[in-house]
Every structure is written in structure tokens, then in C-alpha cells.
Nanobody
Framework: EVQLVESGGDLVQPGGSLRLSCAAS????????MSWVRQAPGKELEWISS????????RYADAVKGRFTISRDNAKSTLYLRLNSLKTEDTAMYYC???????RGQGTQVTVSS
């Protein structure tokens, strides 16, 4: 059974930083392209970043490019997202997902507020 467990969300001030983690199990993590998506209250699910199994070709949505960094540790079956220069509009529930799949974790809440 595929399991994805996100953590690391918090309440931070604008300009702050966070690192989100996603612990994966139940599939061959190193072979799976992975993504981060987010959903703000009252808004649709938004793709923000993806990375291949071999960590090549990370891609980012324009809204986060230059501020967020996706990475992975295949030995630990863990996906990461580093969030820098956070803005109030980054407030959302963040989910990791197997790219192209409906499998998502339960999410971790990021709230950016002064």
C-alpha cells in the first residue's frame, strides 16, 4: 500500500523559511517521479514542483520559482521541499504525490502571516 506522510508545516512570518518532508513507503521510491502540490482555502489544487527519480530536471511553477527547492533522498525514501522568502499567498495545505497519480498524503499546513 502506497503511503505518503508529510510533515514540517508551521505558522511563519512573511519572509520566513520552512522545510517540508514527505516520508514514502509501499512502492519503489527511487524509481518514482514525485511532486508537491498545494491547496489554499477556497482554491483549486495547484501543482508547484516535480522531480524525477534520479533528481534530474526539477521543475517549478512560476509562482514559486527561485524561492522553493525540491529535493529527495532515495536512501531514506523521503521527498523534501525547501520554502524560502515565504509570502502570505503561499498559505495552503501542502501535499506530496507520485507524479501523475492520485496518491497523496494527508498534507501539512503552511500558514504565512504576521
Amino acid at each position: 500500500e502506497v503511503q505518503l506522510v508529510e510533515s514540517g508545516g508551521d505558522l511563519v512570518q512573511p519572509g520566513g523559511s520552512l522545510r517540508l518532508s514527505c516520508a514514502a513507503s509501499g512502492f519503489i521510491f527511487a524509481a518514482a517521479p514525485m511532486s508537491w502540490v498545494r491547496q489554499a482555502p477556497g482554491k483549486e489544487l495547484e501543482w508547484i514542483s516535480s522531480i524525477s527519480g534520479g533528481s534530474s530536471n526539477p521543475r517549478y511553477a512560476d509562482a514559486v520559482k527561485g524561492r522553493f527547492t525540491i529535493s529527495r533522498d532515495n536512501a531514506k525514501s523521503t521527498l523534501y521541499l525547501r520554502l524560502n522568502s515565504l509570502k502570505t499567498e503561499d498559505t495552503a495545505m501542502y501535499y506530496c504525490a507520485i507524479t501523475g497519480s492520485t496518491n497523496r498524503g494527508q498534507g501539512t499546513q503552511v500558514t504565512v502571516s504576521s
